[in-house]
Nanobody, 122 residues
Framework: QLVESGGGLVQPGRSLRLSCAASGFTLDWYAIGWFRQAPGKERELVSC????????DYADSVQGRFTISRDNARGTVYLQMNSLKPEDTAVYYC?????????????????WGQGTQVTVSS
């Protein structure tokens, strides 16, 4: 089970930290992703972390502003979002895809959380 939290309404330029509690999962076995979807727009992969080696990727739109991290002891994944912009407004989802010899990406074909709303507005 994946449960996101930490969303809310925030002013432009401020920060939020999203959390994803991954109960029953060994995070080292998964590619851990944060996706987002805004109304009328396609779903976008914001960030991905490979659980086995910790390598990370970011969408160009958030590079340098967002940071993905995890706490294995707590079984929790985080997305630190700084310098938020109105265009970051979306529902944010945490995902897990099993890592294999042929699949190491956050494909969004595995487990999904229920999402948490982030609204950036003055």
């Amino acid at each position: 089970q994946l449960v996101e939290s930490g969303g809310g309404l925030v002013q432009p330029g401020r920060s939020l930290r999203l959390s994803c509690a991954a109960s029953g999962f060994t995070l080292d076995w998964y590619a851990i992703g944060w996706f987002r979807q805004a109304p009328g727009k396609e779903r976008e992969l914001v960030s991905c972390m490979r659980g086995d080696d910790g390598s990370t990727d970011y969408a160009d739109s958030v590079q340098g502003r967002f940071t993905i991290s995890r706490d294995n002891a707590r079984g929790t994944v985080y997305l630190q979002m700084n310098s938020l912009k109105p265009e970051d407004t979306a529902v944010y989802y945490c995902t897990l895809d099993v890592i294999s010899t042929i699949q190491r990406e956050c494909a969004g074909r595995g487990f999904w959380g229920q999402g948490t709303q982030v609204t950036v507005s003055s």
